[in-house]
């Protein structure tokens, strides 16, 4: 199955009603419209023989059906735009959890994105890109089957000879339409994706930058790069923007074309009283809207390179359920806690490209209660082993229980709740204190969350800001030290009841001082809760039950 038709697929699963609801709900002014037209001329020129006492006219139910259509095709077009739009974005919502699942399966897998930048620009305008697949070639496609078949049905058995310029119309759009789908110039949308991320991402590099760029002189250049990258994607869009119009133009013309030959062979049939002139203008009137009912599927046509790109990248990078790997689902009790709370068997690790593994049969324990440092040189695996630990990366060989529980199948709800992980620098947001720290605890009260500063030191310092827990703070924890960052890190990691702490370098910043006051609020904290620690100060180590030390090129196990 082909990415696109996945993606359709995928979002037929997701609501069936919502996708059939939208296409209905779009016939309406699609119908409408051609009918109003149709009735209007029907009824202009009934008038009209009507004044020149050749026909006899009820005005009352055209006018009356004019009211409707009117209504309904307007009606209609609004109701369209709610539901085929609630039911694209509603999809993508859940496609867009469904490709991060996927990321970080690959991220667990050690397969890491060259930059996460990069991912998430692409991801931002993959997502952008498939909303054109529903609304703008399978609502449209469908109005244009329908519609052109029952047109077809209708002027077929009023005037079949006046048919065969609105049914030569139809079957030219189909042929259109099948030389678009089989259109292979992908060229102008790779160079309009490859220029748009290269904007994107010399303009982060620009900003973020900025200060060493002035200090060396690389403003100039840099803005320069931007301005190359920017012109490189105004020159793809504008060849996809001219295709886009010779494709309208063609069709168009096509339109322009079979509705004259729908106007000779109606005005022969009604010269020869074939047909009345009624109908006449009425078949003409219908034969003028319809190129407009077909037309709206050749933008989407147009740009279908794109959205092909950005359907196999969303096929291949989102998982297939949320339970993609099969696995049994495994549940904690943690009543009756198991011994050893976590451990490592034969785990072996390797980061793609590397000569050698980072961790190479690696095995260990720890119980219950107990604190194991993890120490070793920068570089030698302690972070793969905390993330290991955490399932933020998966093992390639070996296995890692917690509890007894293999990780892998424990659920992602019950495993962030049983495992608190401190790294060497807590993400901040851009909000306040209270909602940072409420992000391991929702429903926290106040007095629960003065408790989780009071315990990491920093209940003071909040304290003393006018704002106290709405104090908002900058990006990244803007406002606060490096030190009371970590800190704040630490009162959000307090405010968990876990069975297990992985801690790395907790008192990295910390003068001497505050790092032993925050070692001691942690271990009247921490209660029966196992810790991996990993520690370079002999402050943290001397803490430790027992010490696990990483060394030399094979990453072997010692004990210290």
Not at 115 to 137: E, F, H, M
Not at 162 to 172: K, M, N, T
Request: proline fraction near 3%; hydrophobic fraction near 50%; glycine fraction near 10%.
């Amino acid at each position: 199955m082909s990415p696109l038709r996945r993606i359709v697929v995928w979002q037929w699963r997701h609501s069936p009603a919502a996708f059939l609801s939208g296409i209905v709900i779009a016939l309406i002014p699609a119908l409408a419209g051609i009918a109003l037209l149709g009735v209007a001329g029907w009824f202009i020129t009934a008038a009209a023989l009507a004044g020149l006492g050749l026909f006899a006219l009820n005005v009352f139910m055209p006018s009356a059906l004019i009211r409707a259509l009117a209504i309904a095709r307007t009606a209609g077009r609004y109701g369209e735009r709610i539901l085929t739009h609630d039911a694209t974005f509603r999809f993508l919502t859940n496609l867009r959890k469904r490709i991060f699942q996927g990321q970080a399966a690959r991220i667990g897998d050690g397969t890491r994105p060259a930059r996460s930048g990069a991912a998430l620009n692409r991801l931002t305008s993959d997502i952008q890109a498939l909303d054109a697949v529903y609304l703008r070639l399978i609502v449209p496609a469908v109005l244009c089957l329908v519609t052109g078949l029952l047109v077809i049905a209708w002027v077929l058995k009023l005037a079949p000879v006046a048919g065969l310029g609105i049914a030569g119309f139809v079957v030219w759009g189909a042929a259109f339409c099948g030389y678009l789908l089989k259109n292979r110039h992908v060229e102008a949308a790779r160079r309009q994706e490859a220029a748009h991320e290269a904007m994107r991402l010399r303009s982060v590099d620009l900003v973020a930058g900025r200060r060493d760029l002035a200090v060396y002189g690389g403003l100039e250049q840099s803005a320069h790069a931007i301005l190359k990258a920017e012109e490189r994607l105004a020159a793809a869009g504008e060849e996809i923007e001219a295709r886009t119009a010779r494709f309208l133009s063609l069709h168009g013309f096509a339109g322009q074309f079979f509705l004259a030959v729908t106007l000779v062979l109606v005005s022969a049939l009604m010269i020869r009283g074939n047909l009345a002139p009624v109908w006449g203008v009425t078949l003409i009137l219908v034969a003028t809207a319809l190129p407009e009912v077909l037309g709206a599927l050749v933008p989407g046509l147009a740009n279908l390179q794109r959205t092909r790109l950005a359907a196999r990248r969303a096929a291949d990078g989102a998982h297939e359920s949320d339970n993609a790997g099969g696995a049994e689902v495994a549940s904690i009790d943690r009543k009756t806690v198991t011994d050893p709370v976590l451990s490592f068997r034969s785990v072996t690790f390797a980061y793609p490209g590397a000569e050698t593994p980072v961790l190479s049969d690696f095995s260990f324990d720890i119980a219950k209660g107990e604190t194991l440092a993890l120490t070793g040189r920068s570089g030698c695996g302690k972070s793969t082993v905390s993330a290991i630990a955490s399932r933020l990366l998966n093992p390639q060989g070996g296995s890692v229980t917690l509890c007894g529980q293999d990780l892998q199948t424990i659920p992602e709800e019950e495993l962030r709740s049983t495992i608190t992980v401190l790294g060497q620098k807590p993400y901040l947001f851009n909000d306040t204190v209270a909602a940072n720290l409420r992000i391991a605890m929702p429903a926290a009260t106040d007095d629960e969350l003065w408790a989780a500063l009071d315990m990491a030191a920093l209940g003071a310092r909040i304290r003393g800001s006018e704002s106290g827990l709405e104090t908002v703070l900058g990006e990244g924890g803007l406002g606060l030290s490096g030190g009371e960052q970590r800190r704040l890190g630490l009162a959000r990691a307090y405010l968990t009841r876990p069975v297990l702490f992985i801690l790395d370098e907790m008192t990295e910043g910390l003068d001497e001082k505050t790092a032993k006051d925050v070692l001691d609020r942690f271990e009247e904290f921490r209660g029966d809760a196992s810790v991996l620690m990993i520690a370079h100060k002999r402050m943290e180590i001397d803490r430790a039950d027992r010490v696990l030390g990483l060394r030399d090129a094979e990453k072997s196990l010692a004990a210290e």
